[in-house]
């Protein structure tokens, strides 16, 4: 299993400001990604975070407005831009290949409001 | 049509009782199968994965039908601790090993 925490675990935020939201896990792992869950929906994935180079995002998703950096293999970032209240949400991490396991884990959830 | 979809729930059922929840997936290219739990206001945990052959863990059994991109989750004997979220979960053929997800089942079980 893979041990994933996020920061922060919430916050409230202004309309107009960015907020980034950090991963970390435990070992190493292949896979890294960000899902966001709107109130009352499941999840949708935003993009992958891929190591050393440029994130590959959901139809509907673009760079400007979730940047995403991943340095290494057990840390990634998702920066929220320019948030408006449509961005409130929770937003997840997620890893895949924890010790070689054929498993999907997620990180505990980032829950933003934007007011 | 949806990627995933899932009964719409809720389902309310009394401790020991036999549930059943179905899902349909659209990719037939999809190459793996999840079931996974949440709980109100925490992350998705992965329940089993499902296999072609059927699976089944405990009091949990999992079934799939490729030809009818079919997918179902048994529970017997329901617990009050079986209470939550069921989501229905296949790979994206498009985007690796990322995953899809139905809008999830709500379960209650009541004493």
């Known amino acids: 299993s893979a041990v994933i925490s996020q920061k922060p675990s919430r916050d409230i935020c202004q309309r107009g400001t960015s907020l980034t939201i950090q991963c970390q896990v435990d070992s190493q792992v292949t896979m890294m990604f960000w899902y966001r869950q709107q109130p009352g929906q499941s999840l949708t994935l935003i993009a992958t975070a891929n190591q050393g180079s440029e994130a590959t995002y959901e139809s509907g998703f673009v760079i400007d407005k979730f940047p995403i950096s991943r340095p290494n293999l057990t840390f990634s970032t998702l920066t929220v831009s320019n948030m408006s209240p449509e961005d409130s949400s929770i937003y997840l991490c997620?890893?895949?290949?924890?010790?070689?396991?054929?498993?999907?884990?997620f990180g505990p959830g980032t829950r933003l409001t934007v007011l | 049509r949806k990627e995933v979809e899932q009964d719409p729930g809720p389902f309310n059922v009394p401790e020991g009782a036999t549930v059943a929840f179905n899902c349909t997936y659209s990719n037939s290219a999809s190459q793996s199968f999840f079931w996974y739990r949440q709980d109100c206001r925490k992350e998705p945990k992965l329940l089993m994965s499902?296999?072609?052959s059927g699976n089944e863990d405990g009091r949990f059994t999992a079934q799939l039908n490729r030809a009818s991109q079919y997918i179902s989750l048994l529970i017997r004997d329901s617990k009050l601790s079986d209470s939550a979220t069921y989501l229905c979960?296949?790979?994206?053929?498009?985007?690796?090993?990322?995953?899809?997800f139905g809008k999830g089942t709500t379960l209650s079980v009541s004493s």
């Open positions: 499902v296999y072609s």
């Open positions: 997620s890893v895949y290949g924890a010790g070689g396991e054929d498993t999907q884990y």
């Open positions: 979960v296949v790979n994206s053929p498009q985007a690796g090993t990322a995953l899809i």
